[in-house]
């Protein structure tokens, strides 16, 4: 992983914690959670607080995470919104924290200047056992507390105002009077400053959870649909009256229900010709055939020329692999028609030819598991699919991580809002 380390390709973008305030109040909400503080000078958090160094300290990657559900944040600042999430257990923490810093962004902003925000994403559910569990989070809310105490003085202040207002003869109680002015001196005017969040409960949209090698739930007005591995615990067996499943490697039932739910965007010269996806995965292909054949294959310095020579010489491999003449057969195809018929298509080899439909609010989810489904897509798995880019990086052979790396660099990394437009025709993230 080193070398990911050193391209900002894991653990990127990260906000570095230094100041001495700013480790004690960080300490004060490791030591609410029940862990121990970090003896660390610096270190770095995402937008949950999450810190790989204090994992490493810890022994612990899922400090913030216990049972992979109701997940912990610690939040040192209103700047940890942009930030992205770097260890999580569903695909959804990083909207759901997007969500908690816009609605509150006033008492965010307000406590942060003093304090630290820390707690849990509390779903309804302690452990997942089975599907069922996953399925019973419909929402979450927002369990927050500060480090120093600002919103337990705050409401102390709060509740001390309202009695001099209601009793008369509260202006004679000086004990009060002076607990009043302490705590105006941490707090400020409570009036003018909002220090408690305003929304704690926000919906628990379709996600992927890393729970039993990762299931998908995808939401509709009417059934929730369930793709994972079959051998999960309660596979056709949690909410059959009302939940849809399908397994993981059925290419033809997965495609038919993102397809009929309007959540694909299918071929069209429009989009197919201007975004360059079918060349960028035919070039996967031929690179992970390159790999595959001989391991120590220099493919930083291969040239077109380089790589047709290879593809000539090894004619038999490229045509029983079977990829890369179908994508160029099929690119071919929308040029000359427009479209492809894609019930012509092997279901295996349909995700290949589509993305998600860039209109539906599913965007990322459906690319995460197209990703999945066309593992040989290195990019568009370390766009979408960070967890399962990682797991596969580990079994690449040393040259291939060299080239990995070198690509991802050279393309996504320089300009990622641009390169999703393109590839993806994803204008937002």
Known sequence: MKRLLEAELIYGRLLDISEPHLIARYNKALQGFGLRPTALERFSIDMTGFSPEIADELGDRDYLDPNRVNRRFIIMTPDQAEL????????NTAALMHEFFNANSRAINAVTIKDALYGEIEDSVSIVDDIDDL????EVRFRVLSAEDMLGKA???RGLVDRLKKVPTAWTDDVM????????????????????????VFRHDAFWANHFGGVYVFLDDKTTTVICDPSVPGFRRSRPWQVSYIAIDDHARIYDFLASTKR????????VEESGLYQHRADMVVRGLINDADPTADLAGADRIWLQTWMHRNAALVARD???????EMLRTVQTTGGIRMQDVAPANRFMLVRASPSHPDQWL???LIAQLVPRD?????????????????????????????????????????FRRKLYGLREE
């Open 135 to 138: 399925l019973s989070i419909n």
């Open 378 to 418: 290195f990019v568009s798995r370390f766009v979408f699919d960070k967890q399962g880019f990682y797991d596969a990086y580990e079994r690449y052979s040393e040259k291939f991580r060299e080239y990995v790396v070198a690509t991802l660099t050279g393309t996504y990394l320089k300009d990622k809002a641009a």
């Open 155 to 157: 409401a102390e202040l």
């Open 177 to 200: 009077l002076n607990r009043m002015v302490e705590l105006a001196k941490v707090t400020g005017d409570i009036r003018q400053n909002a220090l408690v969040p305003d929304q704690l």
């Open 264 to 271: 694909l965007q299918l071929p069209q010269a429009s989009w």
């Open 366 to 368: 459906v690319n995460r």
């Open 84 to 91: 992205p999430v770097v260890h999580t257990s569903f695909s």
């Open 322 to 328: 079977g990829a890369y003449p179908f994508l160029q």
